[in-house]
């Protein structure tokens, strides 16, 4: 019986190992995995996707109730409600785009040991499957702004920018976080309690503003923290753009992104012999 060639599948070294191309050709599995992943979140459950809306509705009636009328924390003139969904919003597609990110690579092991494919595609999978429960999320934060009477103005053009910066962000932390969670199985314990920690530190209950104007371009270094701002400013057309601080969190997130890129790149060839 003659023996078949035997082809040996490695990842290409340097910068093209990102593979871009072969990212396109591989369309149909990100498809695929986003789909799955959305199926699956929802499977067997009484509400369904409405649990989307419910759980940052429920932060943000918390939230009102302890900041808005207990603390009287500033909204910037905004209905506290508005001002703190709208913030909610943003951190619910960073956290949901995390989290499904960062056990990616993990939870996928079966199909890693088995097939071969750009490993990239698994975090951004996870990433994009958060879209389906952000749109569901905006639809009641539009339905919030027409009940107060706030209409947008231009400045709703720079809104999918920022999307695409929390998206980016979530990417860019979730791809550090799959590769050490081969590794090192603390990640996925540690991350609800970073989370949580993350989102005080992040300006969703409170405005930026209260932050000494001396510090607010540290402050940016959470990324987070110019997308709340960014997300507040295109929806509720305010006068003065929150720039330095958006750009310090943008430049972060760009930073995070390329070493995260080199440091995944790194360690997949050992994906399957440990994961």
């Given at each position: ?6 082809t ?16 396109w ?74 989290s ?29 499957a ?13 339905g ?95 006068s ?10 943008a ?25």
């Open positions: 019986m003659e023996d078949l060639p035997l040996v599948a490695e990842p290409r070294q340097g910068w093209s190992g990102f593979g871009l191309g072969s990212l050709r591989f369309r149909e599995l990100l498809y695929f995995l986003v789909w799955r992943d959305v199926k699956v979140r929802y499977k067997q459950t009484a509400v369904g996707i409405a649990w989307v809306a419910l759980q940052p509705l429920l932060n943000v009636i918390l939230f009102s109730v302890i900041f808005g009328r207990l603390a009287k924390l500033p909204s910037e003139g905004i209905p506290y409600p508005a001002f703190s969904y709208a913030g909610m919003l943003a951190w619910t597609l960073f956290s949901a785009s995390l499904q990110a960062s056990g990616s690579v993990v939870a996928n092991k079966a199909l890693i040991t088995r097939v071969f494919f750009p490993r990239l595609i698994i975090p951004i999978a996870g990433v994009l958060a879209l389906v429960d952000f749109g569901v999320a905006a639809v009641l934060l539009g919030m702004m027409a009940y107060y009477g706030i209409a947008p103005g231009l400045s709703l053009l720079a809104f999918p920018a920022f999307m695409l910066l929390a998206l980016a962000a979530a990417l860019a932390v979730g791809i550090w976080l799959a590769a050490l969670n081969v590794q090192y199985r603390d990640v996925q314990y540690a991350m609800p309690f970073l989370t949580q920690l993350w989102l005080f530190a992040t300006p969703i209950a409170y405005s930026a503003t209260l932050i000494p104007e001396r510090f607010r371009v540290i402050y940016g270094l959470n990324p987070m923290a110019g997308v709340v701002e960014g997300f507040r400013w295109s929806l509720f057309s305010r003065d753009p929150p720039g330095p601080l958006i750009g310090v969190s430049a972060v997130v760009v930073l995070l992104l390329v070493t995260g890129l080199v440091y995944f790149r790194r360690m997949e060839r050992t994906f399957a012999d440990v994961v």
